[in-house]
């Protein structure tokens, strides 16, 4: 809505005379501003002299608005609030220094009157409803213009932060170098170690981290320090000191991440799932393991309990009596469908060798859904053990207890 014109013949008369003095009135309004507001007292002599200019052109804005009975106009105050915004200026410092220079325009105009016999001195009261129109009409330019400038140097800042993030994904390290690339610039700390994270969409980055959306995926990067754990689906690289390592860790990250198989909430690491980040790395080589050894049982009309016994016992190590009880079956039961996938694959299950080979190979089946998932009508009964997922640990305990 465009600001009413002033319509006061008495302030017009005296502001016409006040254009006479706008050296003396920029003066005043400079030396106040300076000396009761901090943030314009600590500038330096440089930005105080361009403080001083912007003084002088709203001064000579506001008088003519006045003088000329016009609508105020309100573009000087607009670009010094643009300026301002750009230059950190709290919006509060900027509005203070208005009310300022209203101040001293109002006092200077009350000195005009006082001093003018022609003046009637009883509308004075009406010349300052006029006077702090203009106030309300330059405080809404000024606060508009401060915000829109915010707003726009926001996206700007978040476009270069994207760019920047995109240039250390892609492993970009001379473009990176030719914008300028900072922590600072992601709004990350100058030094490592750092960490990368792939995470499922839809999944809370964590917090502190420079992150952006992907097409089928999300990428963070942030500082060890700020790792608190995330839920979902996600792979975390290892701990590294340069940002131009970015997308060596992000590889890792990646891999890391897809070695859950799909539905499988968790945070992965490639340390703590070689095996699965291996067969992430070669999604060929992981289809063509899990025909080769499980290619004969998978054939079989019993192949979704065979494979329920045969992922348990793999990530429990458990006994046979053990499994019987977590499966809801007689022990007889799983200890035949046991010697069934020692038949059926020609893999003992006292072999190291063998087991290591039926692990990758129920682990590739998993991550590459080359067949359906495999589970049996019956209800499992759930165990202390279910949490693990170290091939190590799966090995190592599994081995000498099936035949128990």
């Not at 945070?267 to 393991?289: F, N």
């Not at 899990?290 to 049982?297: E, I």
């Not at 589970?375 to 207890?401: H, I, N, V, Y």
Request: glycine share 6%.
């Amino acid at each position: 809505m465009r600001p009413h014109r002033v319509d006061h013949p008495p302030v017009a008369r005296l502001a016409a005379g006040l254009l006479r003095e706008i050296p003396e009135l920029t003066r005043r309004v400079f030396t106040a501003i300076v000396a009761e507001d901090a943030t314009y007292a600590a500038l330096d002599t440089e930005r105080l002299a361009e403080v001083r200019e912007h003084n002088r052109r709203n001064l000579v804005t506001q008088l003519t608005d006045l003088a000329e009975q016009r609508p105020p106009s309100t573009e000087a105050a607009r670009q010094t609030a643009r300026l301002r915004a750009a230059q950190g200026f709290p919006l509060g410092a900027l509005l203070h220094a208005y009310r300022i220079g209203f101040r001293v325009v109002w006092e200077s105009l009350v000195e005009r009157a006082t001093a003018d016999p022609r003046y009637p001195v009883d509308t004075l009261a009406t010349s300052m409803t006029t006077v702090w129109t203009l106030v309300d009409a330059y405080s809404v330019a000024v606060t508009e213009s401060y915000r829109e400038t915010v707003v726009e140097l926001t996206r700007h800042d978040e476009r270069k932060r994207l760019v920047l993030l995109d240039l250390l994904i892609e492993g970009r390290v001379s473009d990176w170098t030719a914008l300028d690339g900072s922590a600072q610039a992601l709004g990350l700390p100058a030094s490592g170690p750092y960490l990368c994270v792939v995470a499922d969409l839809g999944v809370t980055m964590p917090k502190g981290s420079a992150w952006r959306l992907r097409a089928e995926d999300q990428v963070g990067v942030l500082p060890v320090r700020a790792f608190e754990g995330m839920d979902g689906r996600a792979g975390v690289s290892p701990p590294y000191e340069r940002l131009t390592e970015t997308a060596a860790a992000l590889r890792l990250a990646t891999l890391a991440r897809a070695s859950l198989p799909e539905g499988v909430t968790g945070v992965a690491t490639v340390d703590a799932r070689p095996v699965g980040a291996l067969l992430a790395a070669s999604p060929d080589l992981a289809e063509r393991l899990a025909g080769t050894v499980l290619g004969p049982l998978l054939g079989s009309r019993e192949s979704a309990r065979l494979l329920e016994v045969l992922e348990v016992w793999l990530e429990t190590g458990e006994s046979t009596a053990d499994l019987a009880r977590r499966l809801y079956c007689h022990r007889n039961t799983v200890r035949n469908r046991l010697d069934r996938i020692e038949q059926l694959t020609g893999r003992s299950l006292e072999r190291p060798e063998d087991v290591a080979a039926l692990y990758t190979g129920v682990l590739a089946l998993r991550l590459t859904g080359c067949a359906p998932a495999q589970e049996s009508a019956r209800k499992r009964r759930p165990g202390p053990s279910d949490s693990r997922t170290s091939f190590q640990q799966d090995l190592g305990t599994a081995r000498p207890r099936w035949r128990r």
